[in-house]
């Protein structure tokens, strides 16, 4: 039964998503078989669907929020039928006890940051129509790194190396006491799987005060080299020191030591999207993040 609803749903996502296609395996990988999401009732209606689910057990040592649901993605179908569908999704979010549903930024495991309004104006006007309110914006960059050199800026007292392995321990807490979970998850699977020369890491005075990193990102192997750059975090306590502006040129150069000549990312904001430009990024999407407050 199940296996039928998954094709039934990448049918109708390659068929509306056409700058977007995917596939069984990042369906499964990303909310079929995700094991921190419990799918709700009502995936589709018609040849609409809507991938909603709740937090189904703890992210590492993110707070689980089991008043909140999350749509990863959404399918409009003909005429009305996902704003239909969508009306199913709500009421039995409120049986549950839910108070926000979100499209679409669930950790680990999400498509998107949220919906591209202007690629797929159905999928936006019909949350919009449901009730959503867009809640923010997320930039995509992408830049052609192999054509420009990246030097650092001048002496200082920021340290800048790869991670090296009798810091991996203290790095990992740093990231623990800092960032989000994802962070936490992402620069792990790195070290675990991936190579200590993804992750760039700063320090100041012998502490660390940030780091970027680059993997896939996606399928099987994310967590080997690759073309997504990110995470890339500072401190608070760090800030407006210049340091990501050094762990930038100093990881974009780790890529092209690689033989990484292209590099992307999918979520930033308009304030720090100017840190990119001037490393050549361009913005090549933006996606609306929606919530609907029940």
Known sequence: MQETLKRSILKAWNSYYRYDPTDIGALDRKFFGNAYINPLENLVLGDAYSLIGTRKTKFLY??????RAWILSACPGKHNELQNLLGLQIMQCRKLGIRKIYYSNFSPGYFYPGIDREKYPEVFNSLA?????????ALAMEADIGEFSYDEPGESDIVITNLHEKDIRDFLEFVERNFPADCFYRANGVINEGSLQQISVAKVDGKFAGYAMFAAGEGPLEFAPGERFGCFEVSEDFRSLGIGTRLLAYTLKAMKAMGIRH?????TTERASHLYTRYHFKVTRKFSIMVMDL
Not at 62 to 67: Q, V
Not at 129 to 137: I, Q
Request: no cysteine; charged share 30%.
């Open 129 to 137: 129509s449901a009730g959503f309110r867009e809640d923010s914006v």
């Open 62 to 67: 993110a707070p689980i929020e089991e008043d």
């Open 263 to 267: 590099t992307y990312f999918l979520w």
